[in-house]
């Protein structure tokens, strides 16, 4: 790599969840060139059966070899990495970064010995997720939290619409009713950190001021780090990163992504990339 190239990092998911994932590594200065695959004409990976999935992740991933030859691949989707991960690295170079539950930190760090892991009902009852609990929360009380309403809700917020937050408070409160010393809550839906404010309102509602938010990003920006020693040094330099985020559906919907990750990262480049209309029909021949 030549001395002034950025290092090259792709993020994939099925929606905006990629963008909670991609500000986290924006702000901690490293220059980067970063291309985020939105597969918003799949939203959401937890309605896919695993092979289509798979399948699909694959199509989308041989586009992004060919186009960018990235140094790096993040499945930005908690769904996804559990099911595709181990697939996509002895499909392809990588190397893969998946998204896993913050269970370990929250119960390392719970007081009250009870914590919650909110997620999509797919990732809730994948065996994945016992094995965390099982390896890292057996001292604790671990509820979890079926959220499918707030996926969509995260979507709605990032496209400037305005959002009702009762679905947040029907998903928490009666959880919070039944297990008021619950002191940690996991975010274990990259869509959800971008709710941070309206779920941290939430607790506030119901009382529950001492709950603390937990989400996967501080992990994902530490593992970045260690594979790619590089970008240490690249924190001191003028450069701006740049970043493109294709989608497989609404360009309305990028163009407030790009807003987004302009507000919340400061200097950047941003822009749209087209390039995967030579996959959809693909996609589709996948969905039939």
């Not at 309206?198 to 009382?207: D, F, P, T, V, Y």
Request: glycine residues 4%; contains cysteine.
């Amino acid at each position: 790599m030549p001395a002034n190239a950025l290092t090259r990092i792709v993020l994939l998911d099925s929606g905006a969840g990629a963008l909670s994932i991609a500000s986290a590594l924006l702000n901690t200065g490293a220059q980067l060139d970063m291309h985020c695959i939105l597969d918003q004409a799949g939203f959401p990976y937890g309605k896919l059966d695993d092979q289509a999935l798979l399948e699909r992740i694959s199509i989308l991933v041989t586009h992004a070899d060919h186009h960018w030859q990235p140094d790096l691949y993040i499945v930005a989707c908690n769904t996804a990495s559990t099911l595709v991960l181990e697939a996509l690295r002895s499909r392809f170079k990588g190397p893969f970064i998946g998204v896993v539950p913050a269970v370990k930190p929250a119960a390392q760090q719970s007081q009250s010995r009870c914590i919650g892991v909110m997620a999509t009902p797919a990732t809730v009852r994948r065996p994945y997720l016992q094995s965390l609990i099982d390896q890292f929360a057996t001292h604790c009380q671990t509820v979890r939290i079926a959220a499918p309403e707030l996926v969509e809700l995260a979507e709605q917020k990032l496209s400037r619409r305005d959002i009702d937050p009762s679905p947040i408070d029907r998903t928490l409160h009666p959880v919070l009713a039944a297990h008021p010393s619950l002191d940690q809550l996991v975010l274990a839906c990259t869509h959800f950190p971008l709710l941070a404010e309206e779920i941290q309102a939430s607790l506030h509602r119901s009382g529950h001021h001492h709950v603390r938010l937990v989400d996967s990003s501080s992990a994902i920006v530490k593992r970045v780090f260690q594979l790619l020693p590089e970008l240490e040094a690249s924190c001191a330099l003028p450069q701006a990163s740049r970043v493109s985020l294709a989608s497989t559906a609404l360009a309305e919907h990028v163009r407030h992504y790009a807003a987004y990750l302009k507000q919340e990262c400061g200097e950047i480049e941003v822009e749209i990339d087209r390039s995967l209309i030579d996959v959809l029909p693909m996609l589709r021949e996948k969905n039939e």
